[in-house]
């Protein structure tokens, strides 16, 4: 087992691709590469990567990595984003950056309900 993991990253239509050392944190991985996870507004305002803020999700676009915070589990099961200052890169992984977020999490246009 190498002690190395592959990171692919779409933002936008671009991809990345780079090695990172097995057990990086995948927030800390992004911002050393100056991609960031966070939107226009959230850059600077911010939980630091302490999971409080919800700003810093990202969609996992391989097999899905096991939530162990408390956001990633309401995500996995509704399928939000996953914050990315709560992933532990163990094995290759390939990830979108959301485009357009606000504050907390994508902003979404809102769905109108159809009468029955």
Not at 5 to 29: C, F, H, I, K, T
Not at 36 to 59: F, H, K
Not at 74 to 84: E, I, M, N, V
Not at 90 to 109: A, F, M, V, Y
Request: aromatic fraction near 10%; include cysteine; charged fraction near 25%.
């Amino acid at each position: 087992m190498t002690d190395l993991v592959w990171l692919r990253v779409w933002a936008g239509d671009r991809q990345y691709a780079w090695q990172v050392p097995r057990g990086s944190n995948l927030r800390e991985a992004l911002l050393r590469r100056g991609l960031s996870p966070y939107g226009r507004y959230t850059q600077r305002i911010n939980c630091g990567g302490r999971g409080l803020c919800a700003t810093c999700g990202v969609r996992i676009l391989d097999t899905p990595v096991s939530p162990t915070h408390w956001h990633d589990l309401a995500a996995d099961h509704f399928g939000y984003p996953r914050l990315s200052c709560q992933i532990t890169l163990e094995r290759d992984l390939e990830i979108r950056l959301i485009s357009g977020k606000k504050l907390w999490g994508q902003w979404l246009p809102r769905i109108k309900r159809q009468a029955e």
